[in-house]
Each structure stands twice: as C-alpha cells, then as structure tokens.
T-cell receptor, first 119, second 109 residues
Framework: GAVVSQHPSWVICKSGTSVKIECRSL??????MFWYRQFPKQSLMLMAT?????????EQGVEKDKFLINHASLTLSTLTVTSAHPEDSSFYIC???????????????FGEGSRLTVL | GQSLEQPSEVTAVEGAIVQINCTYQ??????LSWYQQHDGGAPTFLSY????GLEETGRFSSFLSRSDSYGYLLLQELQMKDSASYFC??????????FGPGTRLSVLP
C-alpha cells in the first residue's frame, strides 16, 4: 500500500509559539490531502482538505488563520498551528488518497499522527 | 447535515464473532469504509463497500445496504490483538471522508 509519513510524531511547545507538522506521500502523488484532529477517545474530525497548488478548504468552525495549511507539491502538505494554546493540544493526523481521491477503493492512507502538547 | 452512528463499545471473548453496525445520513454517498485504530496509533484501512452486499477479507467482512443507509463490519475468530477502536467512514460527494464516532472493541481471554 501507499505510504504517508508525518513528522514530528510528537511535539511539546509553549503557549503562544507556532508548530509546523509535515505530511509526505512517499511513493505516490497526492493531489489531495486531508488533515484531521482527534481528541482522546473521540473520532477523527476533518479540519481541512488540502489541494496541491491551491488554497485549502476548511471545515466549518476551523480557524484558517490559526491552522495554516500549505500544499506546495504533490508529495508534501504542511499544517502550522499558529500561536498555539493548551486547548490546541490534540492528535493531528494527515491522510492522502492515491488517484482520484481514493479512486474506487475508498482507502485513505494515514500518516503516523502528531501528538501536540501545548504547555 | 451529516451524521454517522455506531455503538460506543462492544465486548467479546476470543474466538467469538462480533458485528459492529453503522448507520449514516450524509449529503452524498460514494461508499462506506471501515478503519481500525489502536490506542496511540493511526487508523488503518480494513474494507470498503461501494455497492450493496458483502465484502470478505480474511477474518473481516463488511456489508452495505444503500437503501437502508446501513452497513456493518463483521469480525470472526476474534483475537486479543483485535482490541481497538473501529470507525466507519462515508466517502461523500465532496470527495472527503466523514468518520463515525467509533466503536471500542474489547476482546477478553
């Protein structure tokens, strides 16, 4: 299967700082990547859909100025949490689909996730 | 609106069979996927149904009824390592995936 790599796997930062999370598709080109946030024992909540070469599409309630998404190439998307606060502490997971947004398999390939803790 | 419903928890013993149901209401529908997630890990893909019927992959099977907006994941010959959270997800017309709340499966010896 396709491989998606996410970095860093965990990060601790001080309140008010910014944190960048990278998501790379290693063996396929991902025109679309998705960013999810997951709180403990809860489901994955879609934050935004990242399209290569264009602006990300944010879900309702997600602050686009706080969660900056850049998809500069077909293999890399980044999520920057700006001016992080303790309530932003969460598990952030990127995913990508190969071909036509998952093609006909309905499969999303997930990165390993990044656990952010804001002190 | 979009919503998916799953039981929050299921408990079973090793060797048993478990069925996890999922009902959905979405703005569009291409298919229903199932994912497994162990604590602290990322979700991994299990199966996908675009058409009505049963899909079998080893010990796991998934069923879909589009007319009933309903599907289920069937796990057979349960093993301890199957203890995890299971999510159904709808692939909708927006080309994204909406996840259900998840079902926590505990397999007991």
């Amino acid at each position: 299967g396709a491989v998606v790599s996410q970095h860093p796997s965990w990060v601790i930062c001080k309140s008010g700082t910014s944190v960048k999370i990278e998501c790379r598709s290693l063996d396929f080109q991902a025109t679309t990547m998705f960013w999810y946030r997951q709180f403990p024992k809860q489901s994955l909540m879609l934050m935004a859909t990242s399209n290569e070469g264009s602006k990300a599409t944010y879900e309702q309630g997600v602050e686009k100025d706080k969660f900056l998404i850049n998809h500069a190439s077909l293999t890399l998307s980044t999520l920057t949490v700006t001016s992080a606060h303790p309530e932003d502490s969460s598990f952030y997971i990127c995913s990508a689909s190969a071909g036509l947004a998952g093609g006909n398999t309905g499969e999303l390939f997930f990165g390993e996730g990044s656990r952010l803790t804001v002190l | 609106g979009q919503s998916l419903e799953q039981p929050s928890e299921v408990t079973a013993v090793e060797g048993a069979i478990v069925q996890i149901n999922c009902t959905y209401q979405t703005s569009g529908f291409y298919g229903l996927s199932w994912y497994q997630q162990h604590d602290g890990g990322a979700p991994t893909f299990l199966s996908y149904n675009a058409l009505d019927g049963l899909e079998e992959t080893g010990r796991f099977s998934s069923f879909l009824s589009r007319s009933d907006s309903y599907g289920y994941l069937l796990l057979q010959e349960l093993q301890m390592k199957d203890s995890a959270s299971y999510f159904c997800a709808v692939r909708n017309y927006g080309q994204n995936f909406v996840f259900g709340p998840g079902t926590r499966l505990s397999v007991l010896p």
